[in-house]
């Protein structure tokens, strides 16, 4: 498989020295040069990419960003501008999903005093999208490096889980355990919610405690160079009542069956429908979310597991399986793998158990 | 001192009904109503301001977000139609700093059909950024117990800076203690840098080992209660040369020539060249970024110590104070305190000692 800058290259500028793309947005900047920067930008040209740092990243990124050349700058625009003249560049593709409405004027006026139009339809956004939907292998190993530190978490932390101890403290606990375990940071906010707060699907770890009887539901992943991983797993502290089971076997149930029945060229709006018809059967009105997003290089990516998308699933894709159960004022119930798309229909890269736990 | 929303609706607004502000940045949604969620919106109008929630946030919202009345959606482009319409607004004024070019063309699509344009110039960005650059003493009390998290962390750590130690062991330590403090995270991606690393002035921890004679350069700051600190100490491991302390001290003299000379009414670009001068005149092009930023409730906000900025310093602004020299290949020195602008001229918030200590 060729580079990810050679098959941005190949699929948008095909060898067209009058075309450039810019790719200005930290994620995608990082995606395509495995650097990681706060600022600057990459342009890919036919003739090839050139990543501008200032002097804060200028020399960290000689050392190590990937497939292109480093230029330091002072003025981005500037120096942008004697690339374009450089290479007669005449077309620009801009990030419209990434790039501000003031930061793409900037761009616009300077480009068009060195005759290169600014291409803002969703071209580039179009391409990169489809290019980090798929992942390459070596790309789907790093995902599981990163879960299998969200999976050694998940062992960790249920000693912990005791009368008394706080949402804060497990989520803390989970996240110290993870960085020392290599990685570079946290997913995303990690969510740890006992009891009623699990009715909240977002809810943000906060000094309430754990008591018997209660559901906690562990939102968590890890960002380990540069992929992430993203896993939810609902336990009980205690013996639970036997609403609370049905309720945690309903999700399950729903979790299961995606897993059992997707398969690529199955548009993704359908397997979310798989889930929601089980939920809804039961529970209706309970499960406001999608059922799960892409993962990989951002915590949430393409496509999506939603009503809204109709995106056909295809191999290499690795979207999670998500679905819940939230009643008002009570509890809560998630139970999320990751699914890698296969010729055959899917693989979990998630290995946590998922039968329920009465802790 | 009305409350932010209302300072907001004063100026930008000031009692039209026709107009209305929508915030939809995830930081600036928070500021103004305190409540964090990475999706929604905020619409303000002469009528009152409504936080858009979707399923979610929206329980949590009605629990904790201030100066609004909280609406869920399940359509964002639908729910805030409804409001134009119950309204009858006809200007929407949009972030064009922060909305992405293809937000921005959803947005207006959606409210041309129900007769309300978008204002897309700079006016709520504008307003936003002077609000928020002037601090209120509430505010500043945020950010100063945020900063004595900081301090804490600098004593802290330096007991565990020994031979062999990494920067990477470092930085966790720091940012372990910061959290168990009752940070809800890092300001920022911590930086540890010893020895030649430091000249990279936004190195990223690794694996590389501090020895004797080293310098040790921690950026480091805390979140708490939405608001950031920053502050930057080198410190060495054993002895230095004499040509590490001259770079020191000339640094040091530096930053303390900010503190000593900044007041109100002088320009930003000219506070940036107090320090400036001083380090071009022994250590030409060694100080390869601005003197500072604002900082608050974002880490980097208006105004910056730089040349390119005019802003008149004014009492009630927050910004760091951090001159730097950086020799390739060989070491750094950064010294960063955040002022606080007052009548007479400034109030560092930051406690920790700044002359050079030999561990």
Redesign the interface.
């Known amino acids: 498989m060729k580079n990810p800058v050679e098959r941005l290259e190949e699929r948008l500028i095909g060898g067209d020295g009058k075309k450039a793309a810019l790719v200005f947005s930290e994620r995608n900047r990082r995606y395509f040069t495995q650097f990681?920067?706060?600022d600057g930008a990459l342009l890919v040209t036919a003739g090839g990419a050139y990543l501008l740092m200032?002097?804060?990243?200028e020399?960290?990124a000689r050392y190590q960003a990937k497939y292109c050349e480093v230029m330091g700058f002072s003025d981005l625009n500037k120096a942008l501008c004697e690339l374009i003249d450089k290479h007669g560049i005449e077309e620009v593709y801009?990030e419209?999903?990434?790039?501000?409405?003031?930061?793409?004027?900037k761009f616009q006026e300077a480009f068009e005093k060195h005759g290169a139009e600014c291409i803002?339809d969703?071209s580039l956004?179009d391409c990169i999208r489809d290019q980090r939907m798929i992942k390459s292998p070596e790309e789907v190993k790093k995902i599981e490096a990163s879960q299998a530190i969200t999976d050694a978490a998940f062992q960790h932390i249920l000693p912990f889980i005791k009368e008394g101890v706080t949402e804060r403290e497990l989520a803390?606990e989970i996240?110290?355990f993870m960085?020392?375990q290599g990685a570079e940071?946290v997913a995303f906010?990690l969510i740890v919610a006992a009891g009623k707060n699990g009715?909240?699907?977002?809810?943000?770890p906060s000094g309430n405690q754990v008591h018997k009887g209660d559901f906690i539901t562990m939102d968590t992943g890890a960002l380990l160079d540069g992929y992430h991983s993203d896993m939810t797993r609902t336990v009980a502290f205690g013996k639970v009542s036997d609403e609370q089971r049905d309720v945690y076997e309903t999700v399950l149930k729903a979790h299961l069956a995606v897993i059992d029945q997707v398969k690529p060229g199955m548009p993704c709006c359908d397997v979310d429908r798989i889930a929601r018809d089980i939920i809804e059967k039961d529970y209706p009105g309970t499960f406001?979310?999608g059922l799960g997003h892409g993962v990989g290089f951002e915590i949430h990516e393409w496509p999506r597991f939603s009503h809204l998308d109709k995106t056909p699933c295809a191999p290499g894709m690795v979207i999670t399986d998500e679905p819940g159960i939230y009643v008002?004022a009570k509890y809560g119930v998630r139970i999320e793998d990751m699914l890698l798309i296969t010729e055959e229909g899917c693989r979990s890269l998630t290995k946590s158990p998922k039968e329920l736990m009465e802790l």
């Open positions: 990681p920067a706060s200032d002097f804060r990243y020399e960290a801009l419209v999903d990434k790039l501000s409405v003031a930061q793409s004027r803002l969703k956004d803390l996240e110290f960085r020392k940071a906010e009715s909240q699907c977002h809810a943000v406001g979310h008002p």
